[in-house]
């Protein structure tokens, strides 16, 4: 299962991307003579354009076969297992999840609504006790 971006975040890398690559061709058509610095928007361009099918291709998060991936550009993404969990923290929107030896931070602000309600489904799932996890209502 992936958890996904907004599209909001999504559109704009392909909208910085276009523009870049825009100024890009624009500045080498113009210009007479042509300096290297005018392919510099156009690799600019390129780099967001790939940020954002990298984005769209494996998005924010994926869960499966009892782990949670943050897919990260370059590939240097974290992986949890899910049974590790041990302690879940909300703080100022973000999740931390942790284990014993290692934690990850997951934005909120970045995943779409619907995908954010079936994160926060399978994270109830674990059966932590109602100390450790932000979805119990503590009152």
Do not use: C
Not at 70 to 79: P, Q, R, S, V
């Amino acid at each position: 299962m992936k958890i996904k971006f907004r599209k909001k975040r999504l559109g704009a890398h392909l909208l910085l991307g276009m523009v870049w690559i825009g100024l890009g061709i624009l500045s080498i058509v113009v210009n007479d003579e042509i300096r290297w610095t005018d392919y510099g928007y156009l690799i600019v361009g390129i780099l967001y354009v790939g940020h954002y099918l990298h984005d769209w291709t494996y998005q924010y998060l994926t869960i499966g076969n009892g782990t949670i991936r943050k897919n990260a550009l370059y590939g240097f993404g974290k992986e949890i297992k899910l049974h590790d969990i041990h302690w879940i923290k909300k703080f100022a929107g973000d999740y931390t999840l942790k284990t014993e030896h290692r934690e990850m931070k997951i934005n909120t602000e970045l995943i779409d609504i619907d995908s954010l309600i079936e994160l926060i489904g399978i994270l109830t799932e674990l059966n932590l006790p109602p100390e450790k996890t932000p979805f119990v209502n503590k009152a």
